[in-house]
């Protein structure tokens, strides 16, 4: 393995993709408690199967950062600071919420791919087989959503 130096762009990015996902975090578990209306039960549970599996990614994305020698963000400062992602206070509305967390996808992919392109440089096959692995799972997981919101017509995208 190569040394901290060596890895440290793609350590940065690691960074901003562990605060972004926590702010992502913050977000889907607003919605789990927040959702009201017709949905309230899929989507409650959906939520909750979102921000149980983010806390399982950012915890690898920590440990990731420090396998490859670098340090990961610990508050939630640095973190807001740091994150692509804002954090969306939620009034309940379904809607919005879904266009919320497929939002936050997409931003969350952004950064992914970028972490993947900087891992393939450095020949880091690891880091860009975890991520690769993140970013079809959110793919997938944003078409659901898309899908979704195609159902419920109303919908801006
Ligand atoms: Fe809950």
């Not at 440290?8 to 702010?23: E, F, H, M, P």
């Not at 266009?99 to 993947?116: C, H, P, R, S």
Request: proline share 1%.
């Amino acid at each position: 393995m190569k040394t901290k130096e060596v890895y440290s762009d793609l350590i940065k990015q690691l960074n901003n993709l562990l605060a972004s996902y926590q702010v992502a975090y913050f977000n889907i578990r607003a919605s789990h408690w927040m959702i009201k209306g017709e949905n309230f039960f899929e989507l409650h549970k959906v939520f909750e199967t979102a921000y149980n599996d983010a806390t399982v990614k950012i915890d690898a994305i920590a440990e990731r950062i420090l396998t490859l020698g670098g340090q990961p963000l610990l508050n939630a400062t640095d973190m807001l600071k740091l994150s692509v992602i804002k954090e969306n206070g939620q009034n309940g509305d379904q809607e919005k919420c879904v266009v919320a967390m497929l939002n936050d996808l997409k931003g969350l992919a952004v950064i992914e791919t970028e972490v993947v392109k900087l891992a393939q440089d450095h020949e880091d096959i690891v880091t860009a087989d975890l991520i690769t692995k993140y970013l079809g799972e959110q793919q997938k997981t944003a078409w659901m959503l898309s899908q979704f919101l195609n159902k419920r017509s109303t919908i801006t995208r």
